[in-house]
């Protein structure tokens, strides 16, 4: 399979030097990625946004591929440069802050509200704030937003993984009071375990 990707690149190019568009150009950095090239992507998308300087989807492509390459400061001088010319666009923030806290810098969970505030039923970006919060040890913050991420996009396996982990982590010992009519039932714990409610119960299912 690999071998078809030079043939397929070779067109992209041909293509992109017809009739030179963002599509285009984002077709070659797929390529590119495909083959595991990937310093040869980030060296064509950087000549890319140099040639079109205001293109914000080359720009993104960037700050992705930068990303995932380990490039960290560079994909964050490419993401406030998005958001120095659209300081609300919640899709830059929201890669910002995952980077942020990546990186162990504090202004992530700051970037991340923002990002929320701006777009607040966003199931991504609620998930991108509950996964900070697990992370910082915030659990009982970080439940309440997973969980709501998780209601509205219940597919989604990044956050039921995210869900997943806060519940391990949490450790939850605090019984659980149910009360109907006459009818008193307490629920109590394992210390060293914790517990889940039954609406965790298909996310630690598909975590097991």
Do not use: C
């Not at 071998?3 to 070779?10: D, L, R, T, V």
């Not at 590119?32 to 993104?60: C, I, M, P, W, Y």
């Not at 980077?99 to 923002?114: F, H, R």
Request: proline share 4%; net charge positive.
């Amino acid at each position: 399979m690999r071998k078809q990707y030079p043939a397929a690149q070779a067109a992209i190019r041909q293509a992109l030097d017809k009739a030179p568009s963002t599509g285009t150009a984002l077709l070659l950095v797929r390529a590119l990625l495909a083959n595991g090239e990937s310093d040869k992507a980030l060296s064509f998308l950087e000549s890319q946004v140099k040639k079109q300087t205001g293109d914000r989807t080359l720009l993104k492509a960037l700050a992705e591929v930068q990303t995932d390459s380990g490039k960290n400061e560079a994909a964050t001088k490419s993401l406030n440069q998005l958001l120095n010319s659209d300081p609300n666009d919640v899709s830059a923030l929201n890669s910002l802050a995952l980077l942020q806290q990546n990186m162990g810098l504090p202004q992530a969970l700051a970037t991340i509200e923002k990002a929320v505030k701006l777009a607040p039923s966003n199931p991504d970006y609620i998930d991108s704030l509950g996964w900070i919060l697990a992370q910082r040890g915030s659990f009982d913050q970080a439940l309440r937003h997973l969980r709501d991420a998780r209601l509205r996009k219940p597919d989604s396996g990044s956050i039921r993984f995210h869900l997943a982990y806060a519940l391990a982590k949490a450790g939850r010992t605090k019984p659980i009071l149910y009360e109907a009519g006459d009818v008193k039932v307490e629920v109590f714990a394992v210390p060293e375990h914790g517990m889940a409610t039954i609406w965790d119960a298909d996310v630690l299912i598909w975590a097991a």
